[in-house]
């Protein structure tokens, strides 16, 4: 069959839904057969790949400048005029591959996904996951227009954090406090959208025949391997295991401050940013990594040809073919993300460079998603897009792995950004960082699965924000121990308002604890012999969703976990490394 389909993707920028229509309607009415079979998989591949390129290219082009109201229209209209019926196309393809009983060499997994897919796609839904993704604009739209004014000049609130964080304490909790209450004072708009969020994915699960939004989300994040049970085994190991090891990290940060009770801004000035900590315990000046933005790509570079040299040439490929925006500004959507363009088989990268060392991580970060697609696109035996397609609990261990394979490069001897003393300042951060997160992924994670549970009057009790309030505190209490928020309680309790995900991704968060886990495990083999361990690491990247979760953190030597032995073992390694690093200051 072989499809005429544009050779640059930029061109179905243009498009309309006929003109797609064409071709899947083309694919559609193929008489599926096993000499067939190749042929109508990859030209389904290009067409899937051409659409998804297409709607990622308008979404970043929006996220660069949020405040455009053109950029806003072309985007949603590309969602309901292309992305939905574009769907509904994909369905009647994955429908015929099912009934076919055909089945492409290694498609074992993406077989199986689909089947799951199919059992849950219902028609009605289509429109309700436009409305979904319409209303989550809308918090994008509160949370990017904030702005501050400090000593006479404005800043958005992620600006601020490169001001505040190498402050005194008294101009810390200032600015914290004037940040905050303009964070706040938007509460009661996004009350009004997460309800509305609430409703509509209420809706979405009764229309799969579901009577709650968790069992639908669960299926459809393909969660096929793991149950709501084991999440809250998670929860409880955290707690066992890691709140301790947390504790200990703010009993430290206490010590090094001088301080009897630590409060949020001696933590963290960035009040978006919950667990972060920016702020310095050292009593030094903070850290500077980079003086601007071309200074931190070259320096990066040259950390990723330290880790490996094939690391370092894809960061050259995105460099030179302008596949990132990290520069921080007014409009544009706050946060940090990897997406890709998979017609032209390569990723984007957005973030908010702020001039702090929470840049350097978050950069280090992305580009392990980067590599990832990479990776991913890159291996001959991924013929089909399904392929591609790797779980979320995984590709984080990518992200997450990424940051801690490089950390010993970071050093200027290294060509990094910093002194001896500065790196192990850096890294000290950085690993506690990792122990503070599993226990604020516990918050984020429970509150979400509370939520969905019905309440006496059978509504889901998170429709009501007053009621997400009170659990969220009660979550914080539970898993966040160490930091004094007396007085600061309506702050406290509003937390879920200042986590993206909840609005946008519902229960997308546990990932990035169980992928916590398995890029420990990366480390810690890497701290045995590193060559073998990046290989092994690129090696799980390139194998898609060709194999089970399981397989995945196999393959890159570790261990798919959720259990209080296996975070026992992760949470020894960091406080070790963390005393190492303390001898060096
Ligand atoms: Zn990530």
């Keep these: 069959m072989a499809f005429a389909l544009p050779s640059t993707p930029s061109q179905v920028l243009e498009w309309d839904w006929p ?33 998804a390129e297409a709607g990622n290219r308008l979404k970043v082009a929006l996220d660069l400048h949020s405040d455009d109201e053109g950029l806003e229209a072309r985007y949603t209209a590309f969602l309901e005029s292309i992305a939905e019926p574009a769907q509904a196309a994909e369905q009647v393809l994955k429908e015929k591959l099912l009934s076919s009983g055909l089945e492409p060499p290694g498609f074992d997994i993406p077989l199986r996904n689909m089947r799951a897919e199919a059992a849950l796609y219902r028609e009605e839904n289509l429109p309700l996951f436009t409305d979904h993704e319409k209303t989550a604009l809308e918090y994008d739209k509160v949370v990017g227009s ?15 954090v490169g001001q505040l964080s ?67 085994t998670f929860r409880n190991a955290i707690e066992e295991v890691v709140v301790p090891a947390a504790r200990r990290v703010y009993e430290r940060r206490a010590r090094r401050l001088g301080l009897k009770v630590l409060r949020p801004w001696d933590v963290s000035v960035d009040v978006m940013r919950q667990t972060d900590i920016n702020v310095d315990c050292f009593g030094r000046p903070a850290l ?53 363009y998979p017609a032209s088989r390569r990723p984007f990268v957005l973030m908010n460079a702020a001039g702090g060392a929470g840049d350097v991580d978050t950069l280090l970060h992305e580009m392990g998603h980067a590599f990832h697609a990479f990776r991913v696109f890159e291996n001959p035996a991924l013929k089909y897009h399904q392929l591609w397609a790797y779980p979320l609990e995984f ?24 002194t001896e003393e500065e790196s192990a300042r850096a890294a000290i951060m950085h690993m506690e960082q990792f122990l503070l997160f599993w226990p604020f992924m516990a918050v984020v994670d429970g509150f979400q699965h509370w939520a969905y549970e019905a309440g006496p009057d059978g509504a889901a009790k998170g429709r009501d924000p007053g ?59 890497s701290l045995a012999d590193r060559a ?8 799980g990247l390139s194998l898609g969703s060709s194999v089970s979760l399981r397989g995945l953190f196999e393959a890159t030597g570790g261990k798919f976990a959720f259990d209080a032995p296996a975070l026992r073992e992760a949470t020894d390694l960091l406080e070790e490394r963390i005393a190492v690093e303390e001898k060096k200051l």
Aim: hydrophobic share 40%.
């Design 288 to 340: 500077r990594p980079y003086k601007d933005v071309a200074e931190l790509e070259t320096r990066i570079e040259g950390v990723f040809n330290k880790v490996d040299p094939r690391l370092g040439a894809y960061f050259a490929t995105m460099r030179k073919e302008g596949l990132y925006d990290l520069d921080n500004y007014k409009g544009k959507t706050p946060g940090a993300y990897c997406t890709d």
């Design 532 to 539: 073998e361990a990046v290989t092994a690491y690129l090696h």
């Design 19 to 51: 003109r797609f229509k064409t071709y899947y309607d083309e694919l559609s009415s193929v008489r599926l057969s096993q000499d067939r079979l190749e042929a109508w998989m990859a030209d389904w591949t290009a067409l899937a790949s051409l659409v």
């Design 395 to 418: 590709a984080e261990v990518a992200s997450m792995g990424m940051e801690l394979l490089a950390s010993p490069f970071l050093t200027k001897s290294q060509g990094g950004f910093y």
């Design 146 to 160: 904030r702005s501050v004014s400090w000593e006479g000049k404005e800043y958005t609130v992620t600006q601020l």
């Design 166 to 232: 190498g402050a005194d304490r008294p101009s810390r909790e200032k600015g914290w406090r004037l940040a905050m209450d303009r964070v706040l004072s938007d509460s009661p708009a996004i009350d009004a959208t997460w309800k509305s969020l609430v409703d509509i994915r209420g809706r979405i699960a009764a229309n799969a025949g579901y009577s709650d939004y968790r069992a639908f989300a669960w299926r459809q994040k393909l969660r096929l391997e793991y149950s709501p049970a084991d999440c809250e």
């Design 467 to 525: 009621a997400c309030d009170a659990a969220w505190s009660g979550l914080w209490d539970r898993f966040v121990q160490g930091v004094d928020w007396s007085g600061l309680e309506t702050a406290k309790a509003k937390g879920w308002q200042r986590k993206l995900h909840p609005f946008h991704y519902p229960f997308y968060y546990v990932e990035y604890g169980f992928a916590q886990l398995g890029a420990v495990q990366v480390f810690r083999r």
